[in-house]
């Protein structure tokens, strides 16, 4: 059941990377009686793509994944959404993609009509918006070329460094470089899913890069990246 945010956008963990990181406190205040938090369980629908832009949300804990569905029915994942990341499609009439909890997750979310009248009175939040629309534009793109042209182990170093510099600052620990430890939030199956591969060759470039020395693996969860130049060579 949703939650009345109330004074929780003044505790946010996220708050400074969010598109209401620039507003006011009378503006958040403003905010807080159009919004609502809910907490969803891995699995859980957020947004179904296609249906009539109803809702918007903030991330604020938690991995979703945005998804659209093929000519042939089959599922295209389209990119991960981290702590701070923005769902849904203001000012539009139909939702573009689908998104689904990957993990358990806690989401602030709007009425789309709400949302939409704050922003046209709040060009700040309006410029913030157009500046994470862009950058949701060049991580696509990266994300395309990530799926159709990088083989299974530029996949996985570039995996394992996009999930450092994302999850680390929703955190606040550093930057996982030699002796970080950073946990995973998906399972190895999750993480084919999301790659486009099997979860065999999941594991065996896991493996192969533990044997290069660029990670190591202290559970099944962890990874502490040792190497991240040597990573960040084979990515490009």
Request: proline share 5%.
């Amino acid at each position: 059941m949703p939650e009345a945010l109330t004074n929780f956008c003044q505790s946010c963990t996220v708050r400074n990377r969010a598109i209401c990181g620039d507003l006011h406190d009378d503006e958040i205040n403003v905010l807080n009686k159009i919004g609502r938090r809910r907490w969803v369980e891995a699995g859980e629908q957020v947004l179904w793509e296609g249906d009539d832009a109803v809702v918007v949300a903030n991330v604020i804990e938690g991995l979703l994944k945005l998804s659209t569905q093929t000519s042939e029915g089959k599922e295209q994942i389209l990119g991960i959404a981290y702590p701070s990341d923005f769902l849904g499609r203001p000012f539009g009439e139909t939702t573009p993609y689908g998104v689904e909890a990957l993990t358990p997750a806690l989401v602030c979310t709007f009425q789309r009509s709400d949302f939409d009248h704050f922003a046209r009175e709040h060009p700040r939040l309006e410029h913030k918006l157009l500046e994470r629309t862009l950058s949701e534009l060049d991580r696509t793109r990266r994300w395309m070329l990530l799926l159709g042209r990088m083989n299974a182990e530029q996949k996985m170093a570039t995996f394992l460094l996009d999930m450092a510099d994302r999850l680390v600052p929703a955190t606040c620990a550093p930057m996982p470089e030699s002796n970080e430890v950073m946990e995973l939030p998906l399972t190895r199956q999750q993480i084919a899913d999301v790659l486009g591969l099997t979860i065999e060759t999941v594991s065996r470039q896991f493996t192969k890069l533990r044997k290069e020395g660029l990670i190591d693996l202290p559970s099944r969860r962890d990874v502490r990246i040792i190497d991240r130049a040597g990573l960040e060579a084979l990515a490009s």
